[in-house]
Every structure is written in C-alpha cells, then in structure tokens.
C-alpha cells in the first residue's frame, strides 16, 4: 500500500488506516464483534492499513484492551494512534484535561495497549475549564519521556455544536473549525502538533474550508474520521430499515428515513464514478479515495470491524479518481440532515 508520513515527522503509515471504534462502541451490537473484531485487525496489519486509530473512551477501555491482543504479537507493524481527555461517565461523556489525569490516562492507555510507546497520542476534546496550554504541555511531557512519539488534536464534534446547512462541495462559510484552529493556534506555542482529526468525507467537507489549509500549510497531518459517512456512503444502508438505540445512528439527523433517502443521489454519483474503475469498484472505495486525493498529508481511517471491508477499504489506496471524476463528485447534491 502507499505510505504516507505524518505531517512533517518522520514518522509513515499505509495511505488508509482502520477506525477501531465500531468494535467497541457507537455502533449497535459493537460488542458481541470481538473476534471478527481481532480477524479484520489483523487483516489491516497483513494488508499495510497500519494505523490503528482508537480511543481510551471507545468501550469504554475495551477498544484498546483488544487492539492490545493483536499489538502484543505484532506491534512493530502498527501504528497505534490513541486518545485522551474525555470521560465516560453514567449520563454524559466529560471532558478532562487535568495534566495529573492526562498522565494517568497515558499509562493506562499503554498498559491496554500493551506497548511501551503510543505513536499519535490526540486531545480527544479540550477542557473548558482548564487552559489548553497545560493539557497539552502535560502530553508534551510524555513525549519527553519517551511514552508517546508525537501529538494530534481532534476536531470532531464541532457539526453537533454549530448550526449550519452543509453539503457536498459546498463549505460553510466562516468556517466550522473556527474555534479548533484558535486551540491549534495557541498549542504550537507549546509543543508541534503533528495531526489533527476531523471529520472529512464526501457528504460532510467543511474541513476543506479551513482545517486542511491549516494543517498543510504547517506541515501537519490530517487524520479524516467518519470518511464512509457513518455508513451511508458505502451504499450499504437501507433507508428506513433503522438502528437500535445504542447506535449513534438512531439520533443522526441524517439517518433518518427520510434523509437517507433524500440523500441517495450522493451515493448513486459515487455509484457512478465507481463504476468508471471496473466492476469492482465500489462506493466506498470512491468515498475513500476521494478523501485521499485531498492532499499528501490526509489519511482515511475508516471505521470497520470485518475483515471483507478492511480489505475493500484498503483497496482504496490504488484507486486513482481523475479530475473529471473530483469534478463530478464535489458537483453532487448537498447532503441533507442537519443537527440544528
Ligand atoms: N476523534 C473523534 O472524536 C472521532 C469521532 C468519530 C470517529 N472517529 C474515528 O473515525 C473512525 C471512522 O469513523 P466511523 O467508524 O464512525 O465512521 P465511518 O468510517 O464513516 O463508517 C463506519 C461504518 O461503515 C461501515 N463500513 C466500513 N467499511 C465498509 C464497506 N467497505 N462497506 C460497507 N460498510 C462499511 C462499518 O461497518 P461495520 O461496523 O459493520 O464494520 C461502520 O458501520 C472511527 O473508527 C474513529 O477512529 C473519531
């Protein structure tokens, strides 16, 4: 598979990596998958999708307790990439940045991992109510010791928390990320950041706008959550046929019924443009390389827990759209469904 480094480190990942969070969490019946779970992680190592991309909140804990299984006999393939900095509580999910808690969460986090060192070690969110500043001088810290390689910030989230119409090829102006490239703005004074995460995919592009400027203008890297769209943009999904309630889907504003089925013109141009590159080709394998024909320094992870679709996924990294094919993609409907 192509390689392709992490902003201005020295340090190289396949072209696609692998979402590890539907294995744990967010997705109905994540957790009766951990054996399939363990075969397409394994799959992701055999086939150079190298960037595992997991969180300590994903379970919670039980993403990374599996991911360790596999990083215990083959840790020198991976790429482990993990998050800090939010809390699974009984009723909300809370942020915490407290430098004596990121330390805390660091050596937990390794020892679920069952590794001596993280490779991207990423602010889940920040602390509102401690200064950014000392999160991430905390986590400069564990890089000084030698428990970390480098730092990432994630940006997603930020649709949830602002009220906007978006669509395909069509970014909101002013920019959504505002108050993310303020954070970022503020912790290079600290430490480099090496990649940021955010969501970026066909149907949800704003971070053309300003997040990947940002990042490529500065040498760094850009991890690209939730590419497949949640799902929908793989064609896969069936309007109407609706989700448990554990899953993140049945509160989306774009998964309802109605949405999934207004939205369908976006999957069926990405049906077409498949169909350009031999009956094989699929939509996901276009959404996939449409997000890595964005720039050198962005790096899908899709989010799967079977190995036939780690390596449909993974096949995305040979699939060369044209110019006429991007053209044709940013030229698509607006996906509709919003969290107003
Ligand atoms: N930093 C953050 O706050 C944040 C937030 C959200 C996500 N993320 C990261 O981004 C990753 C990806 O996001 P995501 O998993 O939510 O969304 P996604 O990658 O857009 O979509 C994942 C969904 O697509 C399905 N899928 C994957 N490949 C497929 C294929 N080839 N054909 C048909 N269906 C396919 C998966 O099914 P199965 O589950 O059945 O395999 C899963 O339900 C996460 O794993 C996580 O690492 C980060």
Request: hydrophobic share 45%; aromatic share 6%; glycine share 10%.
């Amino acid at each position: 598979m192509e390689r392709r480094t992490i902003g201005a480190t020295a340090l190289e990942t396949g072209a696609v990596g692998l979402g590890c969070m539907p294995m744990s969490w967010a997705y109905t019946s994540s957790r009766q998958r951990g054996e399939e779970s363990v075969r397409a992680l394994h799959r992701a190592l055999d086939l150079g999708a190298n960037l595992l991309d997991t969180a300590d909140m994903y379970g919670p804990f039980t993403n990374e307790l599996l991911i360790g299984r596999v990083l215990r006999e083959r840790r020198a393939e991976a790429f482990v990439s993990t998050k800090a900095g939010l809390l699974v509580g009984d009723q909300h999910i809370v942020a915490n940045g407290r430098p004596s808690y990121i330390r805390r969460a660091c050596d937990a986090s390794l020892r679920r991992l069952q590794t001596d060192v993280i490779d991207l070690y990423q602010l889940h969110r920040a602390d509102p109510e401690i200064p950014i500043e000392e999160t991430w001088g905390a986590m400069a810290d564990l890089v000084r010791a030698g428990k970390v390689r480098a730092l990432g910030l994630c940006a997603v989230g930020a649709r949830a928390s602002r009220r906007s119409g978006t669509g395909v090829g069509r970014p909101v102006a002013g920019g959504l990320h505002e108050g993310t490239v303020r954070q970022l703005e503020r912790v290079q004074q600290v430490f480099p950041v090496a990649a940021v995460q955010a969501e970026l995919s066909v149907w949800s592009p704003e971070a053309l706008a300003d997040l990947l400027p940002w990042c490529e203008a500065r040498g760094v890297g850009f991890l690209a959550a939730m590419p497949l769209g949640n799902g929908f943009l793989t064609g896969t999904l069936t309007p109407g046929s609706g989700f448990e309630p554990d899953d993140v889907r049945a509160r989306h504003p774009r998964f309802t019924a109605e949405m999934m089925a207004a939205n369908q013109p976006v999957v069926a141009g990405l049906r077409r443009v498949a169909a350009r590159h031999g009956p094989a080709a699929t939509p996901a394998q276009t959404a996939l390389a449409w997000t890595l024909a964005q720039g050198r320094h962005v790096i899908p992870v899709p989010g799967a827990k079977r190995a036939r679709w780690v390596e449909e996924n993974a096949a995305a990294a040979a699939l060369t759209l044209s110019a006429a094919d991007l053209a044709e993609i940013s030229a698509l409907p607006a996906a509709l469904g919003s969290w107003d």
